[in-house]
């Protein structure tokens, strides 16, 4: 079964704090995608990578900047933590044309 | 681009009927894929179904079918003999076979189903 872990389930900030949200998948995806839900806007792509050191901005990378080092590895950082930043924040991985595979989700809070 | 509209912000339904929930898009792709997936309170989101465009016949799984028009642009989701277990955020989403989904889901805005006992 595919496992996408999330680093926290939790997580409270300051603002202007440099925050990472940590992803990893077991699975040897090569896609990675890092999301954003907040209710009555379902859920939006921040930033997606299809290869290691790979990286394409989605329809809201604003605030936010991505890492992936390893394939099995994908962060998400916000460099200067706002409060509008507060969100759930929701991990997946696929491969080629296969269903995304999804982490718990990361509630952030930033205050 | 593409959106997908997704009608219904909430329904509620007795436990054992059947319930329908909308799903529309709009898309200027030939070949895609078409799915709706599942977050109980857990969080877990939970891929339910899913539709291949180019096949003219629905997509079922137990409990869970799809009424796939492709014309109307239409992708509903059927649950029959609802359960309480069923009680979740479902949301419709779409995938392009162009990039091979590598440049991610368009997700609806989602409907929030309870299921009544």
């Known amino acids: 079964d595919v496992k996408v872990t999330q680093s926290s389930r939790y997580l409270v900030k300051r603002t202007g704090e440099k925050v990472f949200l940590e992803c990893v998948q077991d699975m040897d995806h090569e896609n990675m995608f890092w999301y954003r839900q907040d209710p009555g806007l379902g859920l939006r792509l921040i930033y997606f990578s299809y290869d290691v050191k790979m990286k394409e901005k989605g329809d809201i990378p604003e605030g936010y900047s991505v890492s992936r080092e390893k394939k099995e590895r994908f962060s998400l950082i916000l460099e200067s933590a706002s409060t509008n930043q507060t969100s759930m924040y929701l991990c997946?991985?696929?491969?080629?044309?296969?269903?995304?595979?999804f982490g718990d989700g990361t509630r952030l809070s930033i205050l | 681009a593409q959106t997908v509209t997704q009608s219904q912000p909430e329904m509620s339904v007795q436990e054992a009927e059947t319930v329908t929930l909308s799903c529309t898009y709009d898309?200027?792709?030939?070949?895609?894929?078409l799915f709706w997936y599942k977050q109980p309170p857990s969080r877990q989101m939970i891929l339910v179904i899913r539709q291949e465009a180019y096949k003219q016949q629905n997509a079922t799984e137990n409990r869970f079918s799809v009424n796939f028009q492709k014309a109307a642009k239409s992708f509903s989701l059927k649950i029959s003999d609802s359960q309480l277990g069923d009680t979740a955020m479902y949301f419709c989403a779409f995938m392009p076979y162009s990039g091979g989904g590598a440049d991610g889901l368009t997700f609806g805005k989602g409907t929030h189903l309870i299921i009544q006992p």
């Open positions: 997946a991985s696929s491969s080629t044309l296969q269903p995304q595979h």
């Open positions: 898309t200027s792709e030939s070949n895609y894929y």
